[in-house]
């Protein structure tokens, strides 16, 4: 591979070479070639080194590896021996030095795949460069059956869910916000606004705006010092806020300035809301994290953003990855937590790299060639509204995001990408250039005029499913957290407006850059800004999906469920889960107030037999290989939402 795809063959030969160490002391994985005792003889014959023999016989298994034709090693330890190429396979039957056996041409993309990638252990990009895609993955992106139409799945006609309607209406009650105190009916519960004040300032009257349609006052931390102290609330007063306080609304680009993570399973229940997702820091905020997270997915990172090094940490993986790319290969260096494009900078080679190796920054290949709107390289900001992460992530995509431009002609063959206004589009970078936000930024009508209806719709088909992989990615990183909170809890009453920025190449492939988990609410101020009408609407529907009730919820579940082939042992071991069973609920609630949003996972079109259906499905299968029940959960999800 080495910078380039594999070499095509009729068949290639994959050579596993025995030799040992002492690295793995538990020695959990052991696998036999034969007689241990005559490979350990033929190794000490070889090197005439009687007690390195006799270590090796001993040790046979500890360091394993196969070799590739074209010099690439791979230790048998990183292998995921249940992938279906490779578990036909009886290792242990093998009686010779050295074990051989061919694969296929038409396997040769699946190689990556063979590999599992352990945190800090092993990059998926020692394996292929960052810009190669499995052809079958190209090729489905592309066919124009892209965008379909869901249909059902076949329904019939069963009653085990009947015993379950007391348990849905008890569930429903969480599902089912009231605006009502449910101890003083004749009073409407209150929002509190909380956070940093300088982004209480900026974000509150925006970020508020769509809740006080439903008559809700607003009482923020400037307001009231009997709810704050010290931008915190007091744990003494937790009893009000579950009675009281209907929504939370935090504003801090700190994740534990307003609720610590350990005060979160208190707050959990049926009358609050709060705007904050446990862990979503550590999982996808911070840039360092959000690189730590999509790269458990393998090569399937490459579809929906950029592989990514976190120094120092990476440092040695990165210059061995990259010394396989091409050599004109630019790069972007990005600090872990600030925002606005402060801090970042491009290099055109490693060197460039050298005085900053020990200091914390996020490393990405720079993308040479970007699609560009008047000869300015352009992104995009979408805004993400994320109902739910674990076990199984809701979000929903509002469909009139915004297009930001940099000021700058872009120049590809500049150094160090030139100045920041041509290679930066953050709106804070570039409005010291041009003050007119609506010449600085684009909503997504005016972008599909410029690119044609059709083509802007294949676009934003592959906008939401990069967005939908990147989060479904977080989902077992999210339970890790979770479950250090407690067994049962969920993040049930919490959600998340997330700013998520992609880019997008010269053939109109998105890739997520980063995620902003308090993206500006800020208004330009502009009389009849498409700007400020984007973000205005945007919050107006927000508030529309998180406090609506249903008040059928719990019946149509049962309705929509007695609909499908599921009379499995693991099906309804599934769906008598009291989780699963909220999950259900809520994207059924939540279906019925998108308007201007829709779901980038659930993604309905999973129910056609599209490419894009294909894809997830691959993804799924390949994410989930070691764990067939959140598999399953998937599967049954999204027999589900096509019977809505």
Known sequence: MHGRSLSRRHESRIKISCSANDKDEDNSKRYRYGNKFFVGIFFCALSGWILLGIVLHFMLSSKTQFTFQEDITISIQDLDLDHPLLSSHEFHQADEEDITFTIQDAILDELPGLLEVPENEMEPTDLIPWWYLKPSIVELLNTHDFIANPSPVNQHTSQIFDNLEATLLQISRRVNWQVKDPFHNDVNKTIVAIGQKHVLKRDLGVGSSGFKEFGLEVISASDTSRAISSGRIKSNLRSVRHRDWGVVLCFSLDSNYCLKSSE?????????????????????????????????????????????????????????SMSRWQNDVSLIVKPYKMGGGKGIFVVDDLIGLQKIMAQKYVVQPYLSKPHLLNGKKWDIRTYVLVTGVYPIVRGYLFQEGLVRLATG????????????????????????????????????????????????????????????????????????????????????????????????????????????????????????????????????????????????????????????????????????????????????????????????????????????????????????????????????????????
């Open 264 to 320: 979160f399973p208190q707050f959990e229940n049926e009358f609050s809301r709060i705007n904050r997702i446990v862990g979503l820091k550590e999982v996808l905020w911070s840039k360092d994290k959000f690189c730590s997270t999509v790269r458990k997915t393998g090569t399937w990172m490459n579809v929906f953003t950029f592989p990514c090094f976190v120094l120092p940490v990476d440092s040695d993986w990165m210059f061995k």
């Open 409 to 644: 002609n872009y120049d590809p063959n500049a150094k160090a990408g030139g100045n920041r206004t041509q290679y930066l589009t953050n709106t804070s970078v570039n409005r010291k250039q041009e003050k007119n936000m609506d010449v600085l930024t684009w909503t997504f009508s005016k972008l599909e005029g410029h690119l044609g209806t059709e083509t802007h719709g294949i676009m934003m088909s592959r906008v939401q499913l990069a967005i939908g992989m990147m989060l479904v990615s977080s989902e077992t990183q999210f339970g890790r957290i979770f479950n250090k909170l407690g067994k049962d809890f969920s993040c049930y009453n919490c959600y998340h407006l997330l700013g998520v920025d992609l880019i997008v190449d010269e053939d109109l492939f998105p890739r997520v850059i980063e995620v902003n988990g308090q993206p500006s609410m800020e208004l330009s101020g502009q009389s009849g800004s498409k700007y400020d009408a984007t973000k205005l609407l945007m919050q107006k529907e927000l508030a529309k999906i998180i406090l609506t009730p249903m008040s059928s919820v719990a019946t149509s579940t049962i309705q929509i469920l007695n609909g499908l082939q599921l009379e499995t042992v693991d099906s309804q071991q599934t769906l008598h889960n009291h989780e699963f069973l909220y999950y259900a609920m809520q994207v059924l609630r939540e279906s019925q107030n998108l308007n201007s949003f829709v779901s980038v996972y659930p993604d309905k079109v999973q129910c056609s037999s599209s490419s894009r259906a294909r894809i997830w499905t691959m993804f799924l299968d390949d994410l989930y290989t070691d764990d067939p029940a959140r598999r399953f959960s998937h599967d049954v999800i999204s027999k589900f939402v096509c019977n809505m």
